[in-house]
């Protein structure tokens, strides 16, 4: 069974520029979370999708940030105008509909804004 | 709000020997889980150990055990006859109830292992 997958692994862009992230979740998996980790602090949390709905987005940082998963499977989050504080690794998570306990984590994705 | 600390930044213990790392938290939830992840170099996050706070007996899995003390808000994982692949990042982290909740997390410790 293929794990939970992200794409791109890294990016550099420019302050003013967009950046558009993808996780695919698990096969099957409902639950789809969004964590970031800036260097040096905590992990995290941007939002949580059941299936395709925003389940909760309190950990969103502004209106510059917009996600979607849209028919429920893979999900992506857009930074538009990137800024240079959104610079960190972007890390998705996902967990079956019942027994949700345990998140399973993508590689991440390592984002640089100049 | 919740909140879970990792007091170490950094911790090393040579091959074979047992290392613990620390982790406590803040919580006015009677219900909820506690995890460790480990985020070796390659950077993929995985689940090292769960413990449910309703559960007394500590979790166990192979070489790595926790130490749960839910009055004193502590959750400490050992681990025992340490590898040079156990090097990595390890993640303390908090989640309310029986999932569907985001987990909260410690800033980790980073764990090297001497040869």
């Known amino acids: ?114 | 709000a919740q909140t879970v600390t990792q007091s170490q930044p950094e911790m090393s213990v040579q091959e074979a020997e047992t290392v613990t790392l620390s982790c406590t938290y803040d919580t006015s939830e009677s219900d909820y889980y506690l995890f460790w992840y480990k985020q070796p170099p390659s950077r993929q996050m995985i689940l090292v150990i769960r413990q449910e706070a309703y559960k007394q007996q500590n979790a166990t899995e192979n070489r790595f055990s926790v130490n749960f003390q839910k009055a004193a808000k502590s959750f400490s994982l050992k681990i025992s006859d340490s590898q040079l692949g156990d090097a990595a990042m390890y993640f303390c982290a908090y989640s309310w109830n029986s999932g569907n909740t985001p987990l909260v997390f410690g800033k980790g410790t980073r764990l090297s292992v001497i040869a």
Not at chain 1, 24 to 47: A, C, Q, T
Not at chain 1, 68 to 86: C, F, I, M, W
């Open chain 1, 1 to 114: 069974e293929a794990g939970v997958t992200q794409f791109p692994s890294h990016s550099v862009i420019e302050k003013g520029q967009t950046v558009t992230l993808r996780c695919d979740p698990i096969s099957g998996h409902d639950n789809l979370y969004w964590y970031r980790r800036v260097m040096g602090k905590e992990i995290k949390f941007l939002l949580h999708f059941v299936k395709e709905s925003k389940q909760d987005e309190s950990g969103m940082p502004n209106n510059r940030f917009l996600a979607e998963r849209t028919g429920g499977t893979y999900s992506t989050l857009k930074v538009q105008p990137a800024e240079l504080e959104d610079s960190g690794v972007y890390f998705c998570a996902s967990s079956q509909r019942f027994n949700t306990e345990t998140q399973y984590f993508g590689p991440g994705t390592r984002l640089l804004v100049l």
